[in-house]
Structure formats: structure tokens, C-alpha cells
């Protein structure tokens, strides 16, 4: 499963995270930010993506999926694990 994020918002940081240095706190129902999306992205194993209203996903190595500002979620590794979250905002009207 691949989601796409939307038009117009621009990357800005990266976080990386494996089974053994995931926070406990992401495994728990968080949020980001007013205005900030979120890219899971698997580079090895599986994770379990619960986000509120939707279908659970399951993301294996290859596969990204997004998650929406505000929007409540957790992670979960299943086994063994590498993945990182990249780290969305709309970009300035400003910007040139």
C-alpha cells in the first residue's frame, strides 16, 4: 500500500526508528501537529499502522502510508523492524 500525501506540502524532517528504539509513547494513540503530515515508511519488517475511523494497515518493507495533521494514530512493530517517519507542512504561499 502506497499513500500519497498532498499537493503543496514540503518535507522537513525525518525521524528513523527500529523494534527496539520505537518510543512507547508511539505505540500509543498520538497526534502530530496542526498542519503537519506525516510518511510512515517501512525499510525492513512489518508495522501496524491503527489510525482513528479507518482500516488497520499493515505495512511491510517497501510500503508507505499517511497520516493526516491532527489525525489520531499508533505503531505497532510486528517482529523485527526498520521505518522512519518523514515529516510534512504546507509549504509558505511566500516561499519562492
Known amino acids: 500500500m502506497t499513500e500519497a500525501l498532498p499537493k503543496g506540502v514540503v518535507h522537513y524532517a525525518t525521524s528513523q526508528f527500529t523494534h527496539d528504539t520505537l ?8 497526534s502530530t501537529k ?3 503530515w506525516g510518511q510512515l ?5 512489518q508495522l501496524l499502522l491503527r489510525r482513528n475511523n ?4 499493515v505495512l511491510a518493507a517497501g510500503e ?6 491532527q489525525e489520531t494514530h499508533s505503531v505497532n512493530p510486528i517482529g523485527e523492524v526498520a521505518f ?8 509558505s504561499p511566500d516561499a519562492e
Open 84 to 91: 522512519e517517519v518523514r515529516f510534512h507542512r504546507q509549504e
Open 34 to 36: 496542526a498542519g503537519v
Open 54 to 57: 479507518k482500516d488497520d494497515l
Open 64 to 69: 508507505t502510508a499517511v497520516f493526516a495533521p
Open 23 to 30: 518510543p512507547e509513547k508511539l505505540r500509543k494513540d498520538h
Open 41 to 45: 515508511a517501512v525499510q525492513s519488517g
